[in-house]
């Protein structure tokens, strides 16, 4: 509340200025938004930006973050809440692999296929508990709790990984595999506590990042490769 109050009485908007921090997934954080941000700073040269990609819930109650965009939507708390966009997960693994490897028909035969995916005791949502979905009899050779590990791993062309289109998409090194069978959907949120919702510096960056992220679906969704950014 004296956040907001120091911007009213100050007229914090005809100069955006002071520091934002936000929170986010590790995957989205690194792959999406740092490079979003790199243009919104450039448009906001007076708005320092602190982005925290972490494999975690940014803990907004205890003031970590200023606003998070997080995979699950809050259950309690004074927060604002806004669906930011869905986005897909598909099976990847490299040529190589595919080449050297049983081959992959149905869903059947994942079975003798290893997995990189998530530790399950360490898991920070069961959103991310897909690997079940999808192939809960395949053995899993890595585990981690960081999804860009996962990332690595798959296109050293060890195995296969259940991996976010945005991020995957973004190699040449791996394919998808049975891209018509196996597909998971997952959402984005953009929460902020709803005390600073309204303070200028933080409405724009919201704002900005409901954009950035209206004009990438299909990027989220798989179905381009390319990254589009506001004029």
Request: hydrophobic letters at 40%.
């Amino acid at each position: 509340t004296l956040h907001a109050a120091t911007d009213e009485v100050g007229g914090a908007n005809p100069a955006l200025s002071g520091q934002v921090r936000l929170g986010a997934t590790e995957g989205f954080g690194s792959f999406v938004l740092a490079p979003q941000l790199a243009h919104f700073c450039a448009r906001h040269p007076r708005i320092v930006v602190d982005l925290l990609p972490v494999p975690r819930f940014v803990n907004l109650s205890r003031h970590e973050a200023d606003l998070a965009v997080t995979i699950e939507r809050p259950e309690s708390g004074s927060y604002v809440v806004s669906k930011l966009a869905d986005y897909s997960l598909k099976l990847y693994a490299t040529p190589g692999y595919l080449r050297t490897h049983p081959s992959i028909r149905d869903k059947g035969d994942l079975q003798q296929h290893p997995f990189s995916g998530y530790v399950d005791e360490l898991v920070f949502s069961r959103d991310l508990q897909y690997q079940q979905q999808v192939a809960p009899a395949a053995p899993v050779a890595l585990r981690s709790t960081s999804v860009i590990a996962q990332y690595t791993a798959a296109r050293r062309g060890q195995g296969l990984a259940i991996l976010p289109c945005f991020l995957a998409q973004q190699s040449d090194d791996l394919v998808p595999v049975l891209e018509d069978e196996v597909e998971v959907i997952r959402s984005f949120w953009l929460v902020t506590p709803a005390e600073r919702r309204r303070i200028a510096r933080i409405d724009a960056l919201w704002n900005y990042l409901r954009e950035a992220v209206e004009i990438n679906r299909g990027f989220l969704m798989g179905t381009s490769r390319e990254m589009r950014w506001l004029a």
